[in-house]
């Protein structure tokens, strides 16, 4: 069975620049969660999809988007990219929304230069 | 204060010696997890606790919900366990599975 899988694993963007990142979970899980982890910081919680859509956001400003698609996979937005945006972007996913063992994908690391 | 604190920050261990790591949180969980995240970044589920305890392999979790502690053993250590492990926690008053972390532990295992 395929794990939760990112796309791209690397990105070089420039300050200002919009970008993409995509992220399909295991078969059969509806929940998608968005983290970020800095250098240097913990994980960050950016948003959680279930059902196609939009349950919570963390404490991040609104050029932090996302979607949820039919087939449960999930794009994490981030448009006009600044300097602090830098970080390893993790993609979670879930059978439920309770409590249950969770499936990281390997990440997207994203650079802004 | 962060609601999800770590000790220590980061460990050496010589192989074969017996390493724990504590967590401690100051809010109400339903759950407690323990990531395993080696240099690269991918994270792993090592386990997912909200009582007792549990053990697969060489790695024993502990938690005790009274006291808003949990513990992470490795008995035999070895310089394949080298990574960085996460507590993390899920808070009773969070939606779905949104976690709250620690700031990690480094372990560095030598040969």
């Known amino acids: 069975e395929a794990g939760v899988t990112q796309s791209p694993t690397h990105l070089i963007k420039t300050r200002g620049q919009q970008v993409t990142l995509r992220c399909s979970p295991i078969s059969g899980h509806t929940s998608v969660y968005w983290y970020q982890q800095a250098l240097g910081l913990g994980l960050q919680f950016l948003l959680w999809y279930d059902e196609g859509e939009e349950r919570n956001r963390g404490n991040f400003p609104p050029r932090f988007s996302g979607r949820q698609f039919p087939n449960y996979s999930s794009e994490l937005n981030v448009n006009a990219l600044e300097l602090e945006d830098p970080a390893l972007y993790l993609c979670?996913?879930?059978?439920?929304?309770?409590?249950?063992?969770?499936?990281f994908g390997s990440g997207t690391q994203l650079s802004v230069l | 204060k962060n609601e999800v604190e770590q000790s220590p920050q980061n460990l050496t261990a010589q192989e074969g010696e017996f390493i724990t790591i504590n967590c401690s949180y100051s809010v109400g969980i339903s759950a407690l997890h323990w990531l395993q995240q080696h240099p690269g970044g991918g994270i792993v589920s090592l386990f997912m606790?909200?009582?007792g305890k549990k053990k697969h392999g060489r790695l024993i979790a502990t938690i005790n919900i009274q006291e808003k502690h949990s513990s992470l053993h490795i008995t035999a250590s070895h310089p394949r366990d080298s990574a960085v492990y996460i507590c993390a926690v899920r808070p009773i008053k969070a939606a779905g599975n949104k976690l709250t972390f620690g700031g990690g532990t480094r372990v560095l295992v030598k040969p």
């Open positions: 979670v996913s879930s059978l439920e929304t309770g409590n249950e063992k969770l499936f």
């Open positions: 606790l909200s009582s």
